[in-house]
Structure formats: C-alpha cells, structure tokens
C-alpha cells in the first residue's frame, strides 16, 4: 500500500513562507504524476500544483508566481515551497500522487494532511 507522509505545514504571518514536504513509500518515479491539493474549511479540495514523472508543472491561478513544488528523487520525495502566504492560503494541504493502470484509469493515493494557517 503506497503512504504519503506530509510535514512542515503549521502558523504562520501573512507574507511569510513555508515548505511542506512529502515523503512517498515507494519511488516517486512509479508515478505518474504527484502533486499537492488544499481544502479550506466550508469549500471543495482544489488543485494547487502538480509534477509530473517527466517534470512538467502546472499551477493554480491563485498560487502561480508564489508556490513552487519540486522533487527530491534520492528521497523519494516533493516539497511545496510558499512564500507570500496570504490569509487565504490557509487550509489543510494534502500530499496526493496517481499511476495509470492498465485499463487506463487512475489509481490515486492521497496523504493523511497538513495544517496550513497564515494570520493577517
């Protein structure tokens, strides 16, 4: 069973910065592509940014310019570097990664979570 562990989220003030990190089971070359969602109190989880296997990065409109998600493949693992953190950044950040099966669908593994809180 694949395990995505998240750390480094916590408090921080409006226009700092912090990194989280993730630490996969499993190479994070056996998957297709990872990536990091956030889910604010009272809205849907949402996309903030995703690396694929061959590197290729996308972003959500609203972090675009000020998050930056990178890999460390010796360590099997992705950060999520934030800086210019705004109240509205804050939320619960989960780690997610997907393989293509052989069917074509997408098996998805989601991490258990961390706490992102920037104060105004």
């Known amino acids: 069973q694949v395990q995505l562990v998240e750390s480094g989220g916590g408090l921080v003030q409006a226009g700092g910065s912090l990194t989280l990190s993730c630490l996969a089971s499993?190479?994070?070359?056996?998957?297709?592509?990872m990536g990091w969602y956030r889910q604010a109190p009272g809205k849907q989880r949402a996309l903030v940014a995703q690396?694929?296997?061959?590197?290729?990065?996308n972003y959500a409109d609203s972090v675009k310019g000020r998050f930056t998600t990178s890999r460390d493949n010796a360590k099997n693992t992705v950060y999520l570097q934030m800086n210019s953190l705004e109240p509205e950044d804050t939320a619960i950040y989960y780690c997610?990664?997907?393989?293509?099966?052989?069917?074509?669908?997408?098996?998805?593994?989601w991490g258990q979570g961390t706490q992102v809180t920037v104060s105004s």
């Open positions: 499993e190479s994070i070359f056996s998957f297709a592509a």
């Open positions: 690396m694929t296997s061959g590197g290729s990065t």
């Open positions: 997610t990664s997907y393989r293509t099966t052989p069917s074509g669908s997408r098996r998805i593994y």
